[in-house]
């Protein structure tokens, strides 16, 4: 596989500091919905689930919060996390050294950008063409865990004190991460180590303190489909700047992706085909942002089935 990648594009936030009547027309999205949602309190919002509730000795208590937690996975893809057991001192000097990054100089920002042929760095992803429309926004991305897929020539250029912020962070949100899937499983009724409103975009009000966490098209696959993967943007905001830490925790790129085999029965068949995690990287990375393209690419249609079903027919009828 080709390594993952991205074609090189300019710092918006430079672009930002230059006298502009408009914005490039390279960043405008007009494929994109521009509703004004005026009260947002009258639309549903994401299940919330508070992981001490989870944990809890009280088994009434658990339970009902485990069920909360699987329909929030199988109805929305999406929930909010309260209660995680991450120190809020630490999540606000990650944010605060993420925001110094952020603001180094252009000088100091070249030596962290991205280089031909590697996704990591500043710049963005998924840019496979010099006509694609772009993000107005820049990106910095770093693998962190495990310790050995880092990068020196990146990780040990990145400043110091958002460096220790990170190390601390990471490992404090791979833990989570842990539990989280262990509990997955639980309501999924399975071995844990087998996880290793429609056409209406729906506003997400942060809680404080909270974590808003989303299922992947990973997870999705591995559970057949019961868990849904939900097509999901982060908005400009016209007045002020935004800041995401995006943490993505998923299987080694040496692990294959499939339903798991407890999850796929008779009533409900195998909704995906066997793909590496390197085969769907290439995969996905080779379409850009297409909303769902790629994972419904690996999925098994109704046609599927019933080609198979008449090759098992036909070579059953060629074993006499």
Not at 148 to 159: A, D, F, L, T
Not at 193 to 198: D, G, N, P, V
Request: with cysteine; proline share 6%; charged share 25%.
């Amino acid at each position: 596989m080709e390594p993952l990648t991205s074609i090189l594009v300019p710092s918006v936030q430079e672009l930002a500091k230059e006298p502009l009547t408009n914005v490039p027309e390279r960043y405008v999205r007009p494929d994109q919905d521009t509703v004004v949602l005026s009260n947002t309190t009258s639309l549903p919002q994401i299940p919330v689930i508070d992981l001490g509730k989870l944990l809890s000795q009280d088994l009434n208590l658990k339970g009902h919060e485990l069920e909360k937690l699987h329909y929030a996975c199988k109805e929305w893809g999406f929930f909010q996390l309260v209660n995680h057991g991450v120190s809020t001192s630490l999540v606000e000097n990650m944010k605060r050294s993420a925001k110094a990054l952020f603001e180094l100089s252009m000088e100091e920002k070249k030596k962290l950008w991205q280089t031909e042929g590697d996704l990591e760095g500043f710049g963005q992803a998924f840019i496979l063409s010099e006509e694609q429309k772009l993000e107005w926004g820049d990106a910095f991305f770093l693998n962190t865990l495990p310790v050995h897929i880092r990068k020196p020539h990146i990780y040990n250029q990145i400043p110091q004190t958002f460096r220790e912020n990170l190390e601390i962070y990471s490992a404090e949100l791979e833990k989570l991460s842990v539990k989280i899937t262990e509990l997955l499983a639980n309501a999924l009724a399975i071995n844990p180590k087998e996880l290793t409103e429609e056409g209406q975009w729906i506003p997400v009000l942060p809680l404080p303190n909270a974590f808003i966490i989303n299922i992947g098209d990973m997870l999705e696959i591995i559970t057949n489909g019961i868990y849904k993967s939900v097509e999901h943007r982060a908005k400009v905001n016209s007045k002020k700047e935004r800041i995401s830490l995006a943490t993505f925790y998923g299987p080694s790129f040496e692990a294959i992706l499939a339903p798991t085999p407890s999850l796929v029965t008779q009533e409900r068949p195998a909704q995906f085909r066997r793909i590496s995690v390197l085969d769907y990287y290439d995969l996905s990375f080779s379409q850009g942002i297409r909303g769902k393209s790629y994972l419904n690419e690996i999925k098994i249609t109704k046609g599927d089935l019933q080609k198979e079903k008449s090759q098992r027919v036909e070579n059953n009828n060629n074993s006499y």
